[in-house]
Each structure stands twice: as C-alpha cells, then as structure tokens.
C-alpha cells in the first residue's frame, strides 16, 4: 500500500499576529508543524506537507488536494478570511473521499459548518483547567490504545450545548474542572467522506505535544483515509426501467 498523504492546514494567524511570542513557547514551528510532527512520529510511512492561509490559494490549488487522502483543518480567528471557492473545492474532495479532520476551534470553520449544516457553537471559557478525556466507544479505531481516561492539565473549556447534528459515532467526551461536559470525539460521514471532530487543542497550551493526543489524530488519520476509492462524489442518476417488469 503507497504511504498515506496528509495535508496539515493551519490559519497561522496566532503564530504571525496574535501572539508570536506565547505560540513560541510551546510550538515554535506553528501548530501545523507541531501537528505535523506528531503524524510524523505516529505514522512515519506518511507524507506529510503542511498548508497556510497566507499561502496561494490558502495552500490548498486543486492539485493538493486530489493528492491527499486525510486533510486536517485548525482554525480560529481567521474563519471568514477562508476564500469561498476554496472551501467549494475542499467540500467536494470531503464529499469524493477525502478525510477530514477538524480540530478545536475549527468547529466554526466555513467548511465544518457547511457539511454539517448546523452553527457549529458551544459553551466555552479559558480557565486553564483541567480537561479529562473518556472514552465512550472503546471498540473504535480512533480509540485505539488512548488511555482511558486521557488527562490534558490545562486546556481551554469547551462545554454543551454543542450544536452539531447527532453524530454518527460518539466516541469521547470531556469533563472539566468547572463541570463542563463536552462531546469532545464524534464522526460524520458525507458523502464518500469521513469526517472526524476532536476538540483538544487550544493555542495557549501545549497539546498538540502530548503523545496521547498525537496518538488520537493518528488513529484519526488512519480511519479517515480512504486511498483506494476514486476520487468521485456520489451522484444521482435515472436509469431505465426494463430491468424491472412488474407482473
């Protein structure tokens, strides 16, 4: 099997205008690359290539994207910037077989909200507490040896109500140490695509290094990837009816 090819986008807004110095102290290559890294030693047989929004077309021409399998979107100040005819393109990969993986605050991404249809809000403060991971569905691939319970010290409080279609698979969910509950892991499939939502990861804290985390995304990766089907949305047609004469 070829190695799987995954494309990393990150807005990059915090890491060039927000706060250079605070992303410095915990992902001096940006989120992207700290993400990328993760993949990297999760999945060492992967391509991995990172994408911006600064970049030509957000980084994401269409050459990119019919050469990747699983496509992961981090975003957060930056969600109206994201030009419309690139959310169409990557809309009719998700919809054709490609992966995606939406993380934290790209819950309000055009892309996110558009497949699922909803406003994509929630419940959230910043309190630097501690978010506890559990593990609902422990026979998925995503939970695949993720400790259970999987504790991030501190992180940003996402809480419900998080309005998003009921999921087809739940599979994590989070408590907080303000009482907050959150449905921190949950799937979707459109079209010949599957999506997967995980919400840890804020910018203030350093996630995205926590090896359980990586090992979540991977195992993300691994169930989004689809590398074997034609890149083609499903479609509708009518065909005759002389293969069907009633009696």
Known sequence: MSPLRITVWNEGVHESTQDPAGMAEYYPGGIHGAIAAGIGEQL???????????????????????????????????????????????????????????????????????????????????????EVVWTVDPTHPIAEGVPNPLVIPEQETYGEFFDIPAPDELIFISSFTGGEVFRSGVTFNRGRGRIFYFSPGDERYPVYNQPEIRRVLANGIRWAAQPGIPRTPPSVSNPPRDWYLPE
Do not use: Y
């Open 44 to 130: 060492p047989d992967a391509t991995v290539r990172t994408a911006l929004l600064s970049d030509p077309e957000h980084g994401l021409p269409e050459e990119v994207l019919a050469d990747t399998d699983v496509l992961l979107w981090w975003g957060h100040k930056a969600h109206g910037q994201v030009d419309d005819e690139v959310v169409d393109r990557v809309q009719r990969h998700v919809l054709s077989g490609m992966g995606l993986l939406v993380l934290h605050s790209g819950h309000f991404s055009k892309i996110f909200t558009r497949l699922l249809g909803t406003t994509c809000s929630l419940s959230w403060r910043n309190a630097a507490e501690r």
